[in-house]
């Protein structure tokens, strides 16, 4: 028997996780006759549901809450899973009604601003609620000493932080290491399951969320930045504008899954690309002229810094 998965402050990310995990076990139809296969670190996997056909084990969600705070976004919540086929549409989504919904939980992932997430845990109830329960945060800055603080004993919490691309199941999710507990192995299975469902999934010491955070959570928007100054290259040079972020867009997809898939080292890549008096060492020179290998290397470290400051109170 599956278990009650609610993500408390169902938000842009809480809605991309739930989407993700939906829509994976929602592929399972097509590969009924395929052995399930999945990997904590394989992008686009399957969640397993049990064994052959048989009902979903204890570590596969088979019931799926989310809350919001406003009756508006619950319809247009409704709305969103229900385009998502079948399993979307028996979503339940609740407004304004926390205390029901985390109730009525296994497993809560609390998704809602860093700003607030202690006037939710603090409702009334809702700390009972969590009484026994997994609770798993996607929230930046708010780290395992506060979320500790904010339960009872009883309720086991761990720390998520996935990224953006979890939207198309291509995402990056660092999970903290787990304390031990007569739940651990099944706590890991539904971690794992969860997250690798929408892209890859690592355990790390809490002590490298900042990081991760600056790193993965917001390297898209850097990665952006440089795909998108390939193009400008491109357009300057002549290329249509959809051609040239079309063909920088997918050499860098095609570089990352060299080093991702093939295991090779980016410097591999660069040198293997790099001939003796060709216009790629004349690229590359530009570049170190530019000062881009360390100027991206200290963006890291100026958004780490950033990172561990949200969701710590303010400084007056």
Request: include cysteine; aromatic fraction near 4%; glycine fraction near 10%.
């Amino acid at each position: 028997m599956g278990y009650t998965l609610c993500v408390l402050g169902c938000g842009t990310m809480g809605i991309a996780v739930l989407s993700g995990v939906i829509d994976s076990l929602d592929s399972l139809s097509s590969f009924r006759n395929e052995i399930p296969k999945w990997e904590s670190h394989t992008p686009g996997t399957l969640t397993p549901v049990g064994n052959g056909d048989g009902p979903p084990d204890s570590s596969t969600p088979s019931r799926f809450l989310a809350c919001v705070s406003r009756e508006e976004t619950a319809r247009k919540l409704r709305k969103v899973f229900a385009d998502l086929g079948s399993m979307g549409s028996t979503v339940e989504v609740f407004a304004s009604k926390n205390l029901e919904a985390v109730q009525s939980a296994d497993v809560v992932l609390l998704c809602c601003k860093p700003q607030i997430a202690y006037t939710i845990l603090s409702e009334p109830g809702i700390k009972e609620a969590l009484n026994g329960k997994l609770l798993i945060s996607i929230l930046a800055g708010i780290t395992m000493y506060q979320l500790t603080g904010w339960v009872l004993p009883t309720t086991r919490v761990v720390r998520a932080m996935p990224n953006t691309p979890c939207k198309i199941r291509e995402g990056m999710t660092v999970v903290s290491n787990l304390l031990p507990s007569d739940h651990l192995e099944t706590d890991s299975a539904i971690i794992l399951k969860i997250f690798s469902s929408i892209g890859r999934c690592r355990f790390l010491e809490e002590k490298h969320f900042d990081a991760c955070t600056a790193l993965s959570g917001s390297g898209p928007a850097f990665a952006c930045i440089f795909m998108e100054a390939m193009a400008d290259g491109g357009v300057m040079m002549g290329l249509p504008r959809a051609e040239a972020l079309e063909l920088a867009a997918q050499t860098l997809q095609g570089a990352a899954r060299m080093v991702l898939q093939g295991g090779a080292h980016p410097a591999q890549i660069k040198d293997s690309v790099t001939t003796p008096g060709g216009c790629t060492i004349a690229g590359l020179l530009a570049l170190e002229d530019g000062k881009v290998r360390s100027t991206i290397a200290r963006c890291i470290q100026i958004a780490t810094e950033r990172a561990s400051e949200l969701g710590q109170p303010a400084r007056k």
